[in-house]
């Protein structure tokens, strides 16, 4: 056994007692949508030159292994976008001995007609397409994208054999409308649909609680036209499912029941700094230490281990304390683009 196996027998937890097992990796914060609810207006990408390689980010994700993660997610801005990323879920798969369990990815699902059967050879377990609205006029207002090609990508996905969610983030008055359509077309499609809350994490910080689609409003919605009925036990999933006509339809309902009580979850962003919640005010630089883990791992794994472990005990008790704690003046420097859903 050598020191990097023996350090890391034990999982991370936090001062609450969540043991970590999943990471997400956000590889690019450039994205070719400009979704309402996530972009900023005006995006001031990170330069290339600060992004972590994927040999680092590949280190990296040894090391979470060998410390008890056992589900990466590939996310972005939007991670097609990151030429390598085949590569890179290859590269992942040999994890698998270590305890990795599954290489996941979320994706707007743009690029995804030329990705989908390369991504699934190179041993990617799931994926969620974002979704948004059957509305080819209200995806573009939603975007400033095409609908098509995102259909074309589910297909593709669906022929090349992968399991597939789909992710649509209600917003009042935009795309509420889309419940009904989006649960027919999920049903008939046999794929899993889950609807999220819109959270405060867009990248201009105009979120409102007005514009916030809860669960009841999503439910309520649901029960005038289908039967409804609540499926107990989904452990640390975020999301709370429903058996909506025979078909299982999750909802993430971070604002009117968040999920905190039982966050497994890790995040690094494309520039290597680390955040044990998506809420984090503060992340931790990892960008030198993951640098180093990959070319001389033996010089900087014990210090690496002891930030991270400090670092993740801290994780506050959930989003609603964090959201107390924010002073109105601190504008949160980081959204959703930059750390990924
Ligand atoms: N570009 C990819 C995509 O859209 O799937 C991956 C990155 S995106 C940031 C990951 C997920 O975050 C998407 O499902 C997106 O809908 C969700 N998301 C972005 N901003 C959000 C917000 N303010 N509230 C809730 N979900 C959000
Ligand atoms: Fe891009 Fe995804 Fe954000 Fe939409 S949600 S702007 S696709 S990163």
């Not at 990097?4 to 990796?25: E, N, S, V, Y």
């Not at 008890?68 to 991670?79: C, F, H, K, L, V």
Request: include cysteine.
């Amino acid at each position: 056994m050598n020191s990097i196996t023996k350090l890391h027998a034990k999982p991370f937890q936090d001062q609450f007692g969540r043991h970590k097992r999943k990471l997400r990796i956000s590889i690019t914060d450039r994205c070719n949508f400009k979704c309402v609810y996530c972009m900023p207006e005006h995006p001031e990408w990170m330069h290339k030159h600060n992004l972590l390689s994927f040999e680092a980010l590949y280190a990296f994700c040894k090391f979470m292994v060998q410390r008890g993660i056992e589900q990466i997610r590939i996310t972005g801005g939007e991670p097609l976008m990151r030429q390598g990323v085949v590569h890179f879920v290859q590269q992942l798969k040999t994890l698998k001995v270590l305890g990795l369990k599954r290489i996941s990815m979320t994706t707007n699902g743009h690029y995804l007609k030329h990705y989908a059967h390369a991504l699934q050879e190179a041993g990617l377990d799931d994926l969620n397409i974002s979704l948004d609205s059957l509305d080819e006029q209200q995806f573009q207002q939603l975007t400033q994208r095409k609908l098509g090609p995102v259909l074309e990508g589910i297909a593709e996905a669906q022929k090349a054999g992968l399991k597939l969610k789909i992710n649509t983030v209600l917003m009042q008055s935009l795309n509420e409308n889309q419940i009904i359509p989006l649960v027919q077309w999920a049903t008939q499609e046999q794929i899993e649909l889950r609807f999220i809350e819109f959270m405060p994490l867009d990248g201009d910080q105009k979120w409102t609680q007005q514009e916030v689609v809860s669960e009841q409003y999503i439910l309520d919605s649901l029960s005038r036209q289908f039967e409804v009925q609540r499926v107990d036990g989904h452990g640390t999933q975020p999301a709370r499912q429903y058996r909506v006509n025979g078909q299982i339809i999750g909802i993430i309902s971070t604002i009117t029941h968040s999920f905190c009580g039982r966050c497994d979850r890790l995040r690094l962003n494309a520039q290597g700094e680390f955040y044990n919640c998506l809420f984090s005010l503060n992340g931790l630089n990892l960008k030198q230490d993951i640098e180093t883990l990959s070319s001389d791992p033996q010089q900087v794994d014990i210090l690496l281990n002891s930030k991270l472990t400090s670092y993740i005990w801290q994780k506050e008790q959930g989003f609603h304390s964090l959201m107390i704690k924010k002073p109105q003046s601190n504008v949160r420097k980081i959204s959703m683009h930059m750390i990924g859903g």
